[in-house]
């Protein structure tokens, strides 16, 4: 037997709050949030760290078996199905205990092995994701090379039809070392050279032809040629400074005899004597007409080879020539314009035999034209050898077309390596974890099947929990066997019902009837019986008003009366259940009962004994909450609407909101006052309440004045003046 029960520093036990009996049945009478659920939370389990500070007084051979909401919470919500209790049994308890265990755990694998298939799917959903990125961009070489002009379009045989195995191909590929040479151009270019029906193998070009360097490095450029100074017409052609015009007029020039004259051929006048005749001839001796027809001969040959000189304009076409044709062209007019100057030098000269010329030397200017040509006879050369072995050269340029395509996206496959590599071996972990987790799994439910099969026939409990339901007058529904050692609810009208389908109340006769099972039972078949003590909190909190005589009767025959059981405390809220279940007989009621009442305000929550007497109605509990203005602000305020609605609705029939409408409740100190009495809910301790609102003197006042208004002040003086006598 439990004598004294402390209860401190917990909740709403601000203080020490001690509750002794000597008395087998303890009924303990509190409204909603004074405290009765840790009170009984305690007992249930004493060693939760927040009751450190509370004591029960219990002997070591005494067990305390408790129903409240942590019970129903323990057995009921947190699994599908009832579990079956089994008199004198212990057996099945400690299986459905293991089981429970070995479920959590099988539960735990079974969701670790889901977050890991999540975080596989998730790493590979990154990895096709990447490399659809990584595909796509890859995919611009089809768009790109396939199509139109198709002339490399041969180097993506096989890889057109799908961008996965073209990104593939290509990222298989080594990266070289350095950027390609040859751009795509260039590749093209060749692939042109060597494919198609115009393919053709080209001869060498012949090379420019001048070899006139003798002609420019001859010394009679250099001479000044001079015809007979001994002349006495020298002076006169020396100052005329052109001689050769003077020689071509000879063939002008008449011959007279010895004392005539002959008319001028340019002036008309006579005065060509056969002296002057004889000395302009003499003029031009032999050694003159020797170097000027020197001259004439190597103008004339200079001229012959210039208009001679091989021309390039054809290379302009030629597939070979014409990527160098402009920079050839530019050679050539640099050697043509040479060769011109060369010619006019050479014409100055000869109108001139006595200035001096010096010509410009073409052999570098040919030489650099033959340079390029020589470059350009060199790709002739590789053209044709590639020709003759064209299959080969094919090969080697789609070889180069992908060593550049491997360079121009080595970004896009470098990343996607990356990425790939860190995926897979997240991956590859992750699916060593699975290997592991499923085989964990598969044990664990080895070890379930093996515990599943040792439980123990559960009839017996099956058929006291429907006697039970019969009793209280439930025929609607009976618990039925599931398998193993569990059982379901079976209604009459269903095949099968879940225990989250019944109301409330429902839930809470089940439960209570399973807890009397409980009461019965052994912890194992050879145990011998034990002192129990039963803790019964508020087992009619949600029951209809049928159910609570019934269920007071049923506690009175199971507990109250029964000697199998050494003491019982009981904790509710309702007066009516306290009252059925206070014994009636004075003294049989002083001999095993003990009452309390368990109350709170602000100084906390506190347990008192109380006499039969004292036991009120439920309206008149209310009004002894309003008068302690040491109440909670919320309790107060919620008690004062439940009167008003009490007594006008039910009482005189009135309307609670023209209640609260009179001129006299209008003023400002009374307004937090009507507002919480017109709100919507009903009876709820846990209302929304502002306490910086609350003042207990205008609430007080404001219901008195409720009375007064509505004719009625001698039912506010009577029971205000009743409960502070």
Not at 122 to 149: H, M, P, V
Not at 182 to 210: H, M, N, P
Not at 238 to 244: A, E, F, G, I, R
Request: with cysteine; hydrophobic share 35%; proline share 2%.
């Amino acid at each position: 037997m439990i004598l004294n029960i402390q209860m401190q520093n917990v909740a709403s036990y601000k203080k020490k709050v001690t509750l002794e009996t000597d008395k087998k049945v303890n009924i303990i009478y509190g409204l909603n949030g004074t405290g009765k659920s840790v009170f009984s939370d305690f007992l249930y389990d004493q060693t939760v760290p927040a009751f450190e500070n509370c004591i029960a007084d219990i002997d070591e051979d005494e067990k305390i078996l408790v129903y409240n909401q942590k019970f129903i919470h323990d057995y009921f919500y947190e699994a599908e199905n009832l579990k079956g209790v089994f008199s004198l049994s212990k057996e099945n308890k400690d299986i459905e205990e293991k089981l429970k265990i070995e479920e959590a755990d099988l539960t735990a694998l079974s969701d670790n092995l889901s977050q890991i298939n999540i975080r596989i799917s998730s790493e590979e959903d990154k990895l096709r994701t990447e490399k659809s990125k990584a595909a796509n961009k890859t995919w611009e070489i089809k768009s790109q090379y396939t199509g139109g002009d198709r002339v490399l379009e041969y180097c993506l045989t096989g890889l057109k039809g799908n961008k996965d195995t073209l990104f593939d191909s290509i990222s298989s590929l080594t990266k070289p070392d350095s950027k390609p040479i040859r751009d795509i151009t260039a590749i093209k270019k060749d692939v042109e050279a060597l494919s198609g029906d115009t393919v053709q193998s080209y001869d060498q070009l012949q090379f420019i032809e001048f070899n006139e360097k003798d002609i420019e490095d001859n010394d009679i450029f250099n001479q000044i040629i001079l015809g007979n100074e001994d002349s006495p017409v020298s002076d006169l052609i020396m100052q005329l400074n052109n001689s050769d015009w003077v020689r071509k007029g000879l063939e002008y020039l008449p011959t007279p005899d010895d004392d005539s004259s002959e008319q001028c051929p340019f002036c008309q006048e006579k005065t060509i004597t056969k002296v002057l005749s004889e000395s302009i001839n003499n003029y031009f001796d032999k050694s003159f007409d020797d170097s000027f027809n020197l001259i004439s001969t190597f103008l004339n040959r200079y001229v012959f080879a210039a208009e001679h000189l091989s021309s390039i304009d054809f290379l302009e076409s030629h597939p070979l020539a014409k990527d160098r044709f402009s920079e050839l062209k530019l050679k050539y007019v640099i050697l043509t314009k040479l060769i011109d100057e060369n010619i006019s030098k050479i014409k100055s000269k000869k109108t001139t035999p006595s200035a001096q010329i010096e010509l410009t030397y073409t052999s570098e200017a040919v030489k650099e034209v033959n340079e390029i040509i020589s470059e350009v006879n060199a790709d002739v050369v590789r053209h044709n050898e590639r020709i003759n072995n064209a299959e080969n050269e094919i090969h080697q340029l789609k070889r180069e077309f992908w060593s550049l395509m491997r360079w121009d996206y080595d970004q896009t496959i470098t990343n996607w390596n990356r990425v790939s590599s860190e995926c897979n071996k997240i991956i590859y972990n992750e699916e060593s974890e699975k290997t592991t987790c499923s085989i964990k799994l598969a044990e664990k439910r080895s070890e379930i099947t093996e515990l599943q099969k040792s439980t123990v026939n559960i009839e017996a409990a099956i058929e006291s929990i429907n006697n039970g339901l019969t009793h209280l007058g439930i025929t609607d529904f009976f618990i039925a066997k599931h398998k193993d050692s569990l059982y379901r609810i079976q209604r009459q009208t269903e095949t099968e019902a879940e225990f989250s389908s019944l109301s409330e109340g429902e839930k809470m006769i089940i439960s209570f009837l399973y807890f009397c099972e409980i009461c019965k039972g052994k912890q194992s078949a050879d145990e011998a019986d034990s002192k129990k003590v039963i803790v019964i909190d508020d087992p009619i909190s949600s029951l209809s008003h049928i159910y609570v005589f019934n269920v007071a009767q049923l506690l009175k025959m199971e507990y109250f009366n029964s000697s199998y059981y050494e003491q019982v405390f009981v904790l509710t809220h309702s007066l009516y259940f306290f009252y059925e279940l206070a014994d009636s007989n004075h003294k049989r009621r002083k001999e095993t009962q003990k009452l309390f009442r368990l109350t709170k305000n602000n100084d906390g929550s506190n347990i008192n004994k109380m006499k039969y007497e004292e036991i009120q109605n439920d309206y008149q509990s209310y009004w002894t909450v309003v008068t302690d203005q040491n109440q909670p602000p919320a309790l107060i305020a919620n008690c004062m609407r439940n009167i008003i609605e009490y007594f006008f609705n039910f009482v005189q029939k009135a309307d609670m909101s023209n209640v609260i409408q009179k001129p006299e409740l209008q003023e400002n100190r009374y307004q937090a006052f009507c507002r919480y009495i017109n709100r919507e809910s009903h009876s709820l301790g846990q209302n929304i309440f502002d306490f910086k609102e609350f003042n207990y003197d205008d609430f007080r006042e404001g219901l008195k004045i409720v009375f007064e208004v509505t004719g009625y002040p001698e039912h506010y003086e009577k029971m205000t003046k009743t409960l502070t006598v």
